[in-house]
């Protein structure tokens, strides 16, 4: 960012992609530059390697933040917050259908060690997140889960999305309580007016901006919608 001057500020706000489970989702260090205070989102499993990033990055992880319900998000959040001895925060509480199944999730899909667990907070729209001089805002985006949210920090243009939307792709919504509906209108109705140099860190895939997806995503850019 630059300040009225032209000059480069230090952004409040660093990231860090930490690639795990088989499905290669991106579980997210957070943190804040001015105290090395942070949060991880959605330790899907593998959290051996999200150690490792926590120590390279020599950040103390105050809470962790889940985007949504489904296995590789949130199947490792119980046993990192044990570890860690962080709250969990998210989702809205509507994903307690899908987090009331999360051991029956592991043994489908083969992950092992898959804990159900109770966020310390329920999340939905309106509320903030905060770790050390940070606070994100949270915006509940319903369509791939019902209770998926969102967290945005405007003033350093980055936004932790989930399945929500990705590079030239959006979230499934054919599991149960999907809603293609609600997922186009949580794209463009809520994230897409937060402005185009929006960088987003989705769930899977490499990050993207709000502006390149409304211009050319395939499901839900300005055209596809039908928009001139």
């Known amino acids: 960012m630059t300040n ?27 943190w804040c530059t001015d105290t090395m205070r942070g949060a991880v989102t959605d330790p899907g499993g593998d959290l051996e390697l999200v150690g490792e990033a926590i120590r390279e990055k020599s950040v103390t992880v105050e809470k962790i933040l889940i985007t949504h319900g489904h296995l590789d998000h949130a199947g490792g959040a119980r046993d990192l917050a044990d570890k ?77 999305v989930g399945d929500v939307l990705f590079q030239g792709s959006i979230g499934r919504t054919d599991f149960p309580k999907g809603n293609h509906d609600d997922l186009i209108t949580s794209i463009r109705k809520k994230l897409f007016p937060l402005g185009d140099d929006i960088t987003f860190i989705p769930g899977h895939g490499p990050p993207s901006t709000f502006g390149r997806e409304r211009l050319s995503n395939p499901y839900v850019s300005d055209i596809a919608v039908g928009l001139p």
């Open 4 to 30: 009225a001057s032209g000059e480069t500020e230090k952004s409040p706000i660093q990231a860090a992609l930490i690639p795990v489970t088989p499905f290669q989702q991106n579980c997210s260090l957070l």
């Open 84 to 160: 860690l001895g962080v709250p969990v925060e998210g989702p809205h509480e509507d994903d307690i259908f899908w987090i009331s199944q999360m051991e029956e999730q592991s043994h489908r899909f083969g992950f092992a060690g898959a804990k159900v667990f109770e966020p310390d907070r329920w999340l939905t729209d309106g509320d903030t997140v905060t770790f050390g001089n940070v606070s994100m805002d949270v915006i509940h985006c319903p369509g791939h889960t019902p209770g998926h949210v969102v967290f945005i920090h405007e003033g350093a243009g980055l936004a932790v």
